[in-house]
C-alpha cells in the first residue's frame, strides 16, 4: 500500500511538474503583443500600397505599433487598443524598445464599418519623441497628427509625407484606410513594461536609457533597419 501511494504520489508531481513547465513556457500578454506588433509591421512594409509608408520609416524617430485598434461603443463610438513602441535614432542608427502603451478616446470611430485596425503611427519629430515619455498625452491637441497617404506614388517623384508631428498608417477589413484618431489619448502602460522585463521600469529607462533588449525586440528593430545597443 505505501508503495503504491509513492508511485501516485511521483505521478502526481510529475504531471504537476509537466503543467507548470507548460504554462511557464505559453506566452504572456505582453510578448502576444509584442509578436503581433511584427506580424502587423511586416505586412504594412510589404504592401504594394504603402509606398509612402516604406518612404516615411527611415525618416522616423519612433514607431508606435497597435495591433488591434477596437471599436467597443455603439453609441459613442469609442475605441481603444494597446501598442508597443520603439525609438530609433536616425544619427547613430540604434533602436530601443519595446515600451508599452494604451490608446482609447470615444472621440474617434473606425471607417468603412471596420471594427478593428491595425494601426503604425510614426513619430516624425522631436515633439513627437517627448510626447511619448509623458505619461499621457493627446494626439492632435498636445502634438499634430496626420493621416498618411495609401496608394502607390508616381515613379521618380517625392513621396508628399504630410508636415505633422505624427503620422498614422492603418488597415481595416484587410485594405489601408485613412483611419482618423485626432483627440485620442496615448498613455504609457507601466504594468505592461515591469511584466515584460520582469523588473521596475519606466518608459525612460526603455527608450533613453535602455534595459536590457529582448529577442522579440530586436527582431523589430532589424526590421526598422536599426541596429540595438549591445550590453
Keep these: 500500500?505505501?508503495?503504491?501511494?509513492?508511485?501516485?504520489?511521483?505521478?502526481?508531481?510529475?504531471?504537476?511538474?509537466l503543467s507548470l513547465q507548460a504554462y511557464a513556457a505559453e506566452p504572456n500578454e505582453q510578448q502576444i503583443l509584442v509578436d503581433q506588433a511584427q506580424?502587423?509591421?511586416?505586412?504594412?512594409?510589404?504592401?504594394?500600397?504603402?509606398e509612402w509608408f516604406r518612404d516615411?520609416?527611415?525618416?522616423?524617430?519612433?514607431?508606435l505599433i497597435v495591433p488591434g485598434?477596437?471599436?467597443?461603443?455603439?453609441?459613442?463610438?469609442?475605441?481603444?487598443?494597446?501598442?508597443?513602441?520603439?525609438?530609433?535614432?536616425?544619427?547613430?542608427?540604434?533602436?530601443?524598445?519595446?515600451a508599452f502603451y494604451g490608446m482609447g478616446s470615444v472621440t474617434y470611430g473606425l471607417q468603412i464599418g471596420a471594427e478593428k485596425a491595425e494601426v503604425v503611427i510614426l513619430a516624425m519629430t522631436d515633439q513627437a519623441v517627448n510626447a511619448m515619455l509623458s505619461p499621457q498625452f493627446k494626439l492632435g491637441a498636445d502634438a499634430s497628427i496626420a493621416?498618411?497617404?495609401?496608394?502607390?506614388?508616381?515613379?521618380?517623384?517625392?513621396?508628399?509625407l504630410p508636415a505633422a508631428a505624427f503620422i498614422a498608417f492603418s488597415r481595416a477589413k484587410g485594405a489601408f484606410v485613412g483611419l482618423t484618431i485626432e483627440g485620442a489619448i496615448v498613455a504609457s502602460k507601466g504594468e505592461y513594461d515591469d511584466a515584460y522585463y520582469g523588473v521596475p521600469v519606466t518608459a525612460t529607462d526603455i527608450l533613453i536609457k535602455g534595459v536590457p533588449e529582448t529577442a522579440s525586440g530586436r527582431k523589430i528593430c532589424a526590421m526598422l533597419g536599426r541596429s540595438v545597443k549591445e550590453d
Design 69 to 98: 485598434l477596437i471599436k467597443a461603443g455603439l453609441i459613442l463610438g469609442g475605441s481603444g487598443g494597446n501598442g508597443v513602441y520603439f525609438t530609433v535614432d536616425n544619427k547613430t542608427g540604434e533602436c530601443k524598445g519595446p
Design 147 to 160: 493621416a498618411g497617404p495609401v496608394g502607390v506614388g508616381t515613379a521618380g517623384q517625392a513621396s508628399p
Design 56 to 63: 516615411a520609416l527611415p525618416k522616423a524617430k519612433g514607431v
Design 1 to 17: 500500500m505505501k508503495k503504491l501511494l509513492v508511485v501516485l504520489l511521483g505521478v502526481a508531481a510529475f504531471t504537476v511538474g
Design 39 to 50: 506580424i502587423v509591421l511586416r505586412d504594412f512594409q510589404k504592401a504594394p500600397e504603402m
